[in-house]
């Protein structure tokens, strides 16, 4: 079994910053893709960031030049630095990682069980 664990969650105000973590354990032979994904109330979950083993990113055009996603490959882990927060982000922050847990197996993407973020104006 693969677990991804969020933290870093919580309350804040208009303009400012958090620092969400989220870290990988289990059965795990290689992590590729890892990632952040958002679900504000009614609307779908959609794509924030996300980055490969080779460290290449991709962000959502609306957190481009804010948000900031790293990982730290050793601990299994990545980490979503996020600025100028607007009260529309608020919502429930998910981690992503695309798997392998063999290395004949293919990856499978796991999902955490999400982070709240409130961004009060």
């Known amino acids: 079994q693969v677990q991804l664990v969020e933290s870093g969650g919580g309350l804040v105000q208009a303009g400012g910053s958090l620092r969400l973590s989220c870290a990988a354990s289990?059965?795990?032979?290689?992590?590729?893709?890892m990632g952040w994904y958002r679900q504000v109330p009614g609307k779908q979950r959609e794509l924030v960031a996300t980055?490969?083993?080779?460290?290449?990113?991709n962000y959502a055009d609306s957190v481009k030049g804010r948000f900031t996603i790293s990982r730290d490959s050793a601990k299994n882990t990545v980490y979503l630095q996020m600025s100028s927060l607007k009260p529309v982000e608020t919502g429930v922050y998910y981690c992503?990682?695309?798997?392998?847990?063999?290395?004949?197996?293919?990856?499978?993407?796991?999902w955490g069980q999400g982070t709240q973020v409130t961004v009060s104006s």
């Open positions: 992503t990682a695309a798997v392998s847990r063999s290395i004949r197996s293919s990856a499978s993407d796991y």
């Open positions: 980055i490969t083993s080779g460290s290449s990113t």
């Open positions: 289990g059965s795990i032979f290689s992590i590729n893709v």
